[in-house]
């Protein structure tokens, strides 16, 4: 007796924004790659098909992609730069420092107490992990 058949794998290539075709938001897409493997006795042995694709976070709408297209879209994910590594963006809704006397625990008003230090103390705010 002879087992076969086939087995799928997804692959999570890359994470890019773009515009979506569904709901209209500018939202993060997930690129993926979904390969078909010939299996014998559960042995995967080779590819059978290999299909792209993307998929909205915001609504789940999932489109086909060619392999050029993805291989694109997957270059220009690797050239983005990486969140939180880029340039700095304001926040429109900040309404100054929330905390006047350079941070918590640091010598604000309210803020005095046993082991609580004021600014140019570090360590002394009782915080273990703050230096």
């Given at each position: 007796m002879i087992i076969f058949g086939t087995k799928g794998y997804l692959y999570q290539l890359a994470i890019v924004t773009l515009v979506c075709g569904r709901c209209g938001n500018p939202?993060?897409?997930?690129?993926?790659?979904?390969?078909?493997?010939?299996?014998?006795?559960?042995?995967?042995?080779?590819?059978?098909?290999?299909?792209y694709g993307t998929?909205?976070?915001?609504?789940?709408?999932?489109?086909?992609?060619?392999?050029?297209?993805a291989e694109q879209l997957q270059a220009q994910a690797a050239t983005?730069?990486?969140?939180?590594?880029g340039p700095q963006q304001a926040n429109p809704f900040?309404?100054?420092?929330?905390?006047?006397?350079?941070?918590?625990?640091?010598?604000?008003?309210?803020q005095g107490g046993p082991?609580?230090?004021?600014?140019?103390?570090?360590?002394?705010s009782g915080n273990p992990y703050q230096r």
């Open positions: 939202a993060a897409h997930t690129l993926r790659k979904r390969v078909t493997k010939f299996t014998l006795f559960f042995v995967p042995l080779f590819p059978v098909s290999t299909k998929q909205c976070t915001f609504c789940g709408a999932e489109s086909q992609l060619s392999g050029d297209q983005a730069p990486a969140p939180g590594h900040a309404q100054g420092n929330p905390f006047p006397q350079g941070g918590p625990g640091q010598g604000g008003p309210g082991g609580q230090g004021g600014p140019g103390q570090p360590g002394a």
